[in-house]
């Protein structure tokens, strides 16, 4: 029951999960894990990424990412590696990926093409997780929050 059931078809994937059906675009599960993109953040509602097939919206939020230090830092955009963790809060304690992913019941295909953000190696933000708890903003200062859109 708690397999993982996909079958290929040339076009699209059918995937079971959770006694459902599910119909996903081939093309978009078959991304290269080697695939990854640096960049600054300039102040811009939104970057697309088309070899991620999808949109990072910067949102202005009470609680969120240093605009400041969003503006001069290097990020990298990349998928999963494996053995990524990711701390939401400060008082709760580190949890793998999949933990949260499986706790956000979010299908394994979508884990695959769900993007992270790192900086010099260290794991920034998760794709429909949220934002590591050390890179929060300190009180007073202007806060961004990243949404991850993928394109339809």
């Known amino acids: 029951e708690d397999a993982q059931v996909t ?6 994937s059918i995937h079971r999960y959770q006694k459902n059906i599910f119909i996903s675009n ?5 991304v290269c894990d080697s695939i990854e993109q640096e960049f600054i953040w300039a102040g811009e509602a939104y970057l697309d990424f088309p070899q991620f097939n999808g949109r990072l919206h910067f949102e202005v939020c009470d609680s969120g990412i240093c605009a400041q230090w969003l503006r001069q830092t290097r990020l990298t955009l990349h998928f999963r590696k494996g053995g990524e963790r990711l701390r939401l809060s400060s008082n709760r304690p580190s949890r793998s990926l999949k933990s949260h992913y499986q706790a956000l019941n979010i299908p394994f295909w979508i884990r695959k093409i769900s993007p ?3 900086h010099a190696g260290d794991l920034v933000f998760a794709a429909g997780i949220g934002i590591q708890c050390t890179y929060f903003a300190p009180e007073g200062h202007s806060s961004i929050n990243l949404k991850w859109v993928a394109n339809t």
């Open 26 to 30: 081939r093309q978009l599960e078959n």
């Open 116 to 118: 992270l953000i790192s």
């Open 7 to 12: 079958l290929f078809h040339e076009k699209f």
